[in-house]
């Protein structure tokens, strides 16, 4: 157990629909970071965030957005979606704001839009 | 951008040791390199992370040659349970603007 949080563990929707991951870093930690994985892209970075700011941003599409709240917990939001969307995604939180820090997975949410 | 390239499969049996080299040519003065394992349908999990010369835990051990320009993760007497995909990666510890990058990994099987 990384000590990571992840809601919900499966998601199934549809096309256009929108739907929002939970993310509850680590105690302690203060980045956390989202990235997607499906079969034939391997693990994405999507964004970074740094006790509550943009810290790097990847290659997030236009119709996703994340943010960290106070209590440091984030959620990602993706909108519009489409089938391509179906991935897992997966949250990791680090103590500090480096791209070389040590971080912790959670779990995942299996996504799959139908 | 810290780039790193990896082998994409390699394979090997019960209780042997397994050596997965990481080529990283651009590797800055303050990056270190790290290395995940991951399972199917799970998260990535830290194995060891090092800067210079040689590091040693309970599960691997990390060689850095002096120019830091490559890193191989060593796997003493793997099993089974090894089997999984190992991601090399290098960024600075702090601040820096890298953005983390997996790559696709290197997936080991390992064969009774």
């Known amino acids: 157990d990384s000590g990571v949080t992840q809601t919900p563990k499966h998601l199934i929707t549809a096309t256009g629909q929108r739907v929002t991951l939970r993310c509850s870093p680590r105690?302690?930690?203060?980045?956390v970071y989202w990235y997607q994985q499906s079969l034939d892209q391997g693990l994405q970075f999507l964004i970074q965030?740094?006790?509550?700011?943009?810290?790097a941003k990847g290659n997030i599409l236009e119709r996703f957005s994340a943010q960290q709240f106070p209590d440091l917990h984030s959620e990602l939001n993706l909108s519009s979606l489409e089938l391509g969307d179906s991935a897992l995604y997966f949250c990791?939180?680090?103590?500090?704001?480096?791209?070389?820090?040590?971080?912790?997975f959670g779990p995942g949410t299996r996504l799959l839009v139908l | 951008l810290a780039k790193t390239t990896q082998p994409i499969s390699m394979d090997s049996y019960e209780g042997q040791e397994v050596n997965i080299t990481c080529s990283h040519n651009?590797?800055?003065?303050?990056?270190?390199i790290t290395w995940y394992q991951q399972f199917p349908s799970q998260g990535p999990r830290f194995i060891i992370q090092?800067?210079?010369t040689k590091v040693t835990n309970e599960v691997a051990s990390l060689f850095i040659p002096a120019d830091r320009k490559s890193s191989t993760l060593s796997l003493p007497r793997v099993s089974l349970s090894d089997t999984a995909v190992y991601y090399c990666?290098?960024?600075?510890?702090?601040?820096?603007?890298?953005?983390?990058?997996f790559g696709r990994g290197t997936s080991l099987i390992v064969h009774p």
């Open positions: 990791a939180s680090s103590k500090n704001r480096g791209s070389g820090e040590t971080q912790y």
């Open positions: 105690s302690g930690d203060l980045s």
């Open positions: 965030y740094y006790n509550g700011e943009e810290r």
């Open positions: 651009n590797i800055a003065t303050n990056d270190y």
């Open positions: 090092g800067y210079k």
């Open positions: 990666l290098v960024g600075r510890l702090g601040g820096g603007s890298y953005i983390p990058t």
